[in-house]
């Protein structure tokens, strides 16, 4: 088995770069629909410095066979997201498919995904993305029961009335959690705690409304003299 990637050249105009990284960056719609299959590694995206509006993406699968069956059988909605794109660029090109020289130990786990149990799912996605500003990655329609929410390529999975118990503690690393304490604040999260500077990181912890605690955490400041 044996990794599978290829690389996509596009040129963006200008007036639309920020719509086309929306859905092709590292976090946009084109990913959350690779999350759904088994298999996906990761996307790159990069922009030329030197020549503006040019940009490539890298996806990375398991294997070619991983690639070809989320084909199969996500066709539909990898059509329809590509009729969506259309208007982004000006020209694409696909620079072929490559894999690695050489292959370090074989992977074998491909995520960590917390699942927190709810009491009311539509509640709690309106809190996790109005408030906190994830964006959800499918669950959403009605009669759902379970949801995933994701920042930054990381998800976490909502579960309503099952799979766990009130008052689970995640670790959120983040950047810089100062422009995020003052953001949330003004959106009304509830601070639990606001942030303070320990040994290991510079946190806040934040609660959701089933008590499930989310600690965002980033370096530590220094200590000034």
Known sequence: MTRFSYVWEYEVPAEVESEFIRHYAADGTWVRLFRRASGYLGTEL????QRAGRYFTVDHWLDEAAYREFRRTFAA???????TCAGLTRREAH???????????PREVECIVPILRVRSLADSLRYYVDVLGFETEWGAEEGSTMASVARDGCSIMLCEGAQGQPGTWIWI????????YDRLSRRGAKIRQAPENRPW???????DPDGHVLRFGSEPVPETS
Do not use: H, K, S, W
């Open 201 to 207: 990181a510079y946190e806040m912890q934040v609660e």
């Open 77 to 83: 909605e990898f059509e329809a997201l590509d009729r």
């Open 95 to 105: 620079l072929g498919d490559y894999e690695p020289i050489a292959e370090g130990p």
């Open 173 to 180: 690393g983040v950047d810089d959690i100062r422009p995020l």
């Open 46 to 49: 990069y922009r030329d410095r």
